[in-house]
C-alpha cells in the first residue's frame, strides 16, 4: 500500500469517526434530529398526560363517591380554572423561547439573566391574579349562569384553587425552563410524582374525610405547591451547574424581549380557554344532565389532546434553539417530523376513542343513574376525536411561528380559531339542540392550519430574531 493510499484510508477512518461522534452528541442544534426530537417530546408528552390526570382524578373520585351534581359542579368551574391555568402554560412559554434562543447561542450569562427575570415576574403576576381571582369568584360564576343546585359547590373549589395560584404559576414556569433548557425528563418526574400524591390525597379528602368537592381542590393546591418547591430546588442545582460569569438577577430590556412573546402567548392560551369559557356558558343552558356529560367528555378530550399539543410544544423549543443558533435551515427536516408523530398520534387515539369512547366516560358517571349522560359524553368523543389530527398538524405548525417568534401571526391563528368556534356554538346552540358543540372545535382547528401552513410556507418566520 503506498503513502497516499493509507494517507486517504486514514483520512476516511478518521472522518467516520467524527461522523460516528457527531451522531452520539447529536442535539437539537446539530446531527440528526430525529432521535433529539422524538427524545425530548415523549416525556413531555408522558409528563403533559399526567399534569391531566389532577382534574380527571377530581372528576372520577368526585362523580363516583359524592355524585352526577358534584361532578358537574367542578366541570362548572373547569372552564375558568383552565382560563388561569393557560395563562400560567402562556407565561412560562413565552419566556421560554427567549431562554431556548439564548440557550442556542451559547450566550450562558443572559440566559441566567433571562431566567432570573422570568421568574422573579412571574412570582408577583401570579400573586395579583391570585387576589383577583379570589375577589371576582362567584362574580364570574354568576356571569357564567352556574345553576344554582351546584353554585355553592363550584363556588368553594374555585376559591381554593385560586389561593394556589403562585404554585400553579411558579411550577409551569420551572417545568418550561428546564424544557428550554432541552431537559424534559426532569419535568416528568415531578409531574409524576405530584399525580400519585394527588390521587392518594383526593382518595384520602373524599372518600376517607368526606370533604366533597372542596377536598379535591385541597389535593390538587398541596400536590402542585410541593411539585413547585421541588422543581425550584433542582433547578437551582442545575443552574450552578452551568459555569458563567456574574449575571444580573433583574434585567429591565430582557424583561421587555420576554413580554413581546409572553403576551401573544398568554393570549393565544387564554384564547384556547376564553373559548372554552364561552361555550361553557352556552352548555349550561341545556341543564345539569347535559352538562355532566360534557364534562366528562372533555376531560377525557382534554387527556387525549395532550401529546399533539406537546409535539406542538417540542417543535417550539426546537425552533427556538435552532433560530439562537442561527441555522434555520435545519427546521424543516424537524417540522416533517413533528408532523408525522402529531398526525399518527392523533389518528390512533381517534380509533381508540371511536370504539370506545362510552367506557371512558362512564369511568366518571354511575351507569345506572347516569346512563343519558354518559350518551352524550361518548357521543361528543366519537365525534371530536375523528380530528385530533388536525389539531395535531396545527399545533406543530404553530410551533414553528411560536419558536421563530413570529408573534403577530401566531396569535392570528389563534384569533381565528376562537372566533370560529364561539360563532359558530352561539349562533347554532339552540337549532342544533347543544349538537354544534362537538362540530366547532374541529371546524376551527381546520381554519387555525390552513393559516399556520401558510405562513410557514411563505416563509417570512425565518426573518424574526429576539437574540
Known amino acids: 500500500m503506498s503513502y497516499y493510499e493509507y494517507s486517504e484510508k486514514q483520512k476516511g477512518v478518521q472522518e467516520m469517526?467524527?461522523?460516528?461522534?457527531?451522531?452520539?452528541?447529536?442535539?437539537?442544534?446539530?446531527?440528526?434530529?430525529?432521535?433529539?426530537?422524538?427524545?425530548?417530546?415523549?416525556?413531555?408528552?408522558?409528563?403533559?398526560?399526567?399534569?391531566?390526570?389532577?382534574?380527571?382524578?377530581?372528576?372520577?373520585?368526585?362523580?363516583?363517591?359524592?355524585?352526577?351534581?358534584?361532578?358537574?359542579?367542578?366541570?362548572?368551574?373547569?372552564?375558568?380554572?383552565?382560563?388561569?391555568?393557560?395563562?400560567?402554560?402562556?407565561?412560562?412559554?413565552?419566556?421560554?423561547?427567549?431562554i431556548s434562543q439564548l440557550f442556542g447561542a451559547k450566550q450562558m450569562e443572559r440566559m441566567k439573566t433571562a431566567i432570573s427575570t422570568a421568574l422573579i415576574s412571574i412570582l408577583g403576576f401570579s400573586v395579583i391574579l391570585s387576589i383577583l381571582g379570589m375577589m371576582i369568584n362567584q362574580g364570574l360564576m354568576h356571569l357564567m349562569g352556574t345553576p344554582e343546585d351546584i353554585f355553592k359547590d363550584a363556588a368553594a373549589y374555585l376559591q381554593i384553587y385560586f389561593c394556589g395560584f403562585v404554585f400553579l404559576f411558579l411550577y409551569n414556569a420551572f417545568s418550561a425552563i428546564f424544557n428550554a433548557l432541552g431537559d424534559s425528563v426532569k419535568p416528568l418526574i415531578f409531574l409524576i410524582f405530584s399525580s400519585l400524591l394527588n390521587i392518594g390525597?383526593?382518595?384520602?379528602?373524599?372518600?376517607?374525610?368526606?370533604?366533597?368537592?372542596?377536598?379535591?381542590?385541597?389535593?390538587?393546591?398541596?400536590?402542585?405547591?410541593?411539585?413547585?418547591?421541588?422543581?425550584?430546588?433542582?433547578?437551582?442545582?442545575?443552574?450552578?451547574?452551568?459555569q458563567t460569569e456574574r449575571f444580573s438577577y433583574f434585567d429591565r430590556e430582557m424583561l421587555k424581549s420576554m413580554i413581546k412573546v409572553a403576551i401573544p402567548t398568554i393570549v393565544?392560551?387564554?384564547?384556547?380557554?376564553?373559548?372554552?369559557?364561552?361555550?361553557?356558558?352556552?352548555?349550561?343552558?341545556?341543564?345539569?344532565?347535559?352538562?355532566?356529560?360534557?364534562?366528562?367528555?372533555?376531560?377525557?378530550?382534554?387527556?387525549?389532546?395532550?401529546?399533539?399539543?406537546?409535539?406542538?410544544?417540542?417543535?417550539?423549543?426546537?425552533?427556538?434553539?435552532?433560530?439562537?443558533?442561527?441555522k434555520p435551515e435545519r427546521i424543516k427536516t424537524g417540522y416533517r417530523i413533528c408532523l408525522a408523530m402529531a398526525a399518527l398520534i392523533g389518528l390512533v387515539i381517534a380509533v381508540i376513542f371511536f370504539f370506545c369512547g362510552e367506557q371512558f366516560v362512564g369511568l366518571f358517571l354511575d351507569s345506572a343513574t347516569g346512563a343519558e349522560a354518559i350518551a352524550i359524553g361518548a357521543e361528543?368523543?366519537?365525534?371530536?376525536?375523528?380530528?385530533?389530527?388536525v389539531m395535531g398538524l396545527m399545533n406543530v405548525s404553530n410551533g414553528v411561528l411560536r419558536g421563530a417568534a413570529?408573534?403577530?401571526?401566531?396569535?392570528?391563528?389563534?384569533?381565528?380559531?376562537?372566533?370560529?368556534?364561539?360563532?359558530?356554538?352561539?349562533?347554532?346552540?339552540?337549532?342544533?339542540?347543544?349538537?354544534?358543540?362537538?362540530?366547532?372545535?374541529p371546524i376551527g382547528w381546520f381554519v387555525g392550519l390552513v393559516i399556520a401552513v401558510s405562513r410557514y410556507a411563505q416563509g417570512g418566520w425565518k426573518k424574526k430574531r429576539l437574540v
Not at 30 to 55: D, E, H, R, W
Not at 380 to 389: D, E, K, N, Q
Open 17 to 98: 469517526a467524527e461522523q460516528i461522534q457527531e451522531q452520539k452528541k447529536a442535539s437539537m442544534i446539530s446531527g440528526n434530529p430525529v432521535k433529539p426530537l422524538i427524545l425530548f417530546a415523549i416525556p413531555m408528552i408522558v409528563g403533559n398526560l399526567f399534569q391531566q390526570f389532577y382534574n380527571i382524578i377530581d372528576s372520577i373520585v368526585v362523580g363516583n363517591v359524592v355524585g352526577e351534581e358534584a361532578l358537574a359542579a367542578v366541570g362548572a368551574s373547569t372552564a375558568i380554572t383552565m382560563l388561569f391555568v393557560m395563562v400560567a402554560l402562556g407565561t412560562g412559554i413565552g419566556c421560554s423561547v427567549v
Open 201 to 242: 390525597l383526593d382518595i384520602f379528602f373524599v372518600a376517607k374525610l368526606q370533604m366533597g368537592v372542596p377536598g379535591v381542590a385541597w389535593a390538587t393546591l398541596i400536590a402542585q405547591g410541593i411539585s413547585a418547591v421541588l422543581s425550584f430546588v433542582f433547578l437551582m442545582k442545575k443552574l450552578r451547574g452551568i
Open 268 to 326: 393565544q392560551q387564554s384564547i384556547v380557554s376564553m373559548g372554552m369559557l364561552l361555550i361553557q356558558a352556552a352548555v349550561n343552558r341545556f341543564g345539569s344532565t347535559f352538562l355532566a356529560g360534557y364534562t366528562a367528555a372533555v376531560k377525557i378530550d382534554g387527556i387525549a389532546i395532550v401529546p399533539m399539543v406537546a409535539v406542538g410544544n417540542a417543535m417550539s423549543t426546537y425552533v427556538a434553539q435552532n433560530m439562537g443558533a442561527n
Open 380 to 389: 361528543y368523543l366519537s365525534i371530536i376525536s375523528l380530528f385530533y389530527f
Open 406 to 441: 413570529d408573534m403577530k401571526w401566531f396569535l392570528t391563528c389563534s384569533l381565528v380559531n376562537l372566533c370560529v368556534r364561539v360563532g359558530l356554538t352561539y349562533a347554532l346552540a339552540d337549532v342544533t339542540e347543544g349538537m354544534i358543540i362537538m362540530w366547532a372545535n
